[in-house]
């Protein structure tokens, strides 16, 4: 492993970490894995972070601003009604898996129990609920349009974790998300 300023180390060993998330989450995330995926040592790791704990809420905080990144760039020029479809794309595709969304229910079960995750969780969980508000205000109320963003979302969240509970949910997590999307939006 080449010799990086500490900073740079740390801001790889984060990148890292950030791949295990999107590939095989946050649950993936341990010193051996991020070592291994950098290319490095595990002791490395422990040497710029305190904890696995403090590693994975950096993990989730670089994982989860890509990915808000990444839609807030996709969705310029949509309506409300496309935009959430895109952004729930997991849940409301015919062939969608829940896969992204899984990793925003994923975080929320870790930030239950891990103090770090569950500061970089609500960091994160408050800036997504900012760009679904900006999507869903239009020229109504800035306060209205923040509760729905949070109802939708945590709606989002919850079915995405029901799906990776099972795939027999009593009724199907398209049509629950598809609906509360159009409540919203009309």
Avoid: C
């Amino acid at each position: 492993m080449a010799y990086l300023a500490r900073a740079e180390r740390r801001r790889s060993i984060v990148e890292a970490a950030a791949t295990v998330v999107e590939r095989d989450g946050l649950s993936a995330v341990t010193a051996r894995v991020v070592a291994d995926e950098l290319g490095g040592s595990q002791g490395q790791i422990h040497h710029h972070f305190a904890s696995t704990d403090e590693l994975a809420g950096e993990a989730w905080r670089h994982y989860a601003a890509q990915q808000i990144d990444e839609y807030e760039h996709e969705i310029d020029g949509l309506d409300a009604y496309d935009a959430l479809v895109l952004f729930f794309a997991d849940l409301v595709s015919t062939d969608g898996d829940g896969h992204a969304l899984a990793r925003w229910a994923e975080a929320n079960a870790h930030a239950q129990q891990r103090p770090l995750v569950a500061k970089s969780y609500v960091e994160t969980l408050t800036r997504l609920t900012d760009v679904l508000a900006s999507v869903l205000a239009g020229d109504s109320d800035a306060a209205r349009a923040r509760t729905a963003a949070w109802r939708i979302l945590m709606l989002g969240v919850g079915l995405a974790g029901l799906t990776r509970i099972t795939e027999d949910s009593p009724v199907p997590a398209r049509d629950v998300m598809l609906s509360a999307i159009r409540a919203e939006t009309d």
